[in-house]
């Protein structure tokens, strides 16, 4: 079993309409919560981070994680056309020289 | 100019033959990465280094080497490339804040023939 699962998708969404990213985890160890979105032949960029439990908001984006069921979400309102884009999940420790895991990605489509 | 630069962008070579992928920054970081990106695979670690003198085997490092020959500058090599090494590589950066968030170059696409 991976340490973090991610649907791949992919997803295609009407413009407008909320979107929902998840991953979930096994390494009850993590701490820091990330999202990348990665566009088509470009690096990922980290999009938002949270530390342990709670939710964050960014615009049309939030970022919410729940610890007691090791599960993280991305919610995306008002989907444009630009958010088309790969969005991987990403989490480590709180130990300063652990490494990121990543999950595998979601690719989404934002239908005009 | 991009923060992370990886040279060459594109490459296609043939089983056996020795590459190597280059990396600097511009952002004055001491850690750098080497990831490769397959599809179903997500990001996977090569190698990192978190100062010029320190290198460190990430989860799949078996047919490949680095060198960090200074700050700024991470080098990956393949000593002899087989087909399962083509893929996406990319490098990062990143300094030492809570987040550890990655800088990311472009990528550089391998084919290995």
């Known amino acids: 079993q991976k340490e973090v699962e991610q649907d791949p998708g992919p997803l295609s969404v009407p413009e407008g309409a909320i979107v929902s990213l998840n991953c979930t985890y096994s390494?009850?160890?993590?701490?820091?919560f990330m999202w990348y979105r990665q566009y088509s032949r470009k690096g990922p960029e980290l999009l938002m981070y949270t530390y342990s439990s709670g939710n964050k908001e960014d615009g049309r984006f939030t970022a919410q994680v729940d610890k007691s069921s090791k599960y993280i979400s991305l919610f995306i309102r008002d989907s444009q056309p630009s958010d088309s884009a790969t969005y991987l999940c990403?989490?480590?420790?709180?130990?300063?020289?652990?490494?990121?895991?990543f999950g595998t990605g979601t690719r989404l489509t934002i239908i005009p | 100019d991009a923060d992370v630069t990886q040279t060459p962008r594109n490459r296609i070579t043939k089983t056996g033959k020795r590459i190597m992928l280059e990396c600097s920054q511009t952002k004055g970081h001491d850690r750098m990465y080497w990831y490769r990106q397959d599809p179903g695979l997500g990001l996977r670690l090569i190698y990192y280094s978190f100062d010029v003198k320190d290198i460190n085997k990430g989860e799949i490092s078996d047919g490949y080497s680095v060198s960090r020959q200074a700050q700024a500058k991470f080098s990956l090599s393949l000593e002899s490339a087989i087909p399962n090494q083509t893929a996406l590589y990319f490098c990062?950066?990143?300094?030492?804040?809570?987040?550890?968030?990655?800088?990311f170059g472009e990528g550089s696409r391998l084919t290995v023939l």
């Open positions: 990403a989490m480590r420790s709180n130990s300063g020289n652990e490494k990121l895991t």
């Open positions: 390494n009850s160890a993590f701490q820091y």
């Open positions: 990062a950066t990143s300094d030492q804040v809570n987040t550890g968030e990655l800088f």
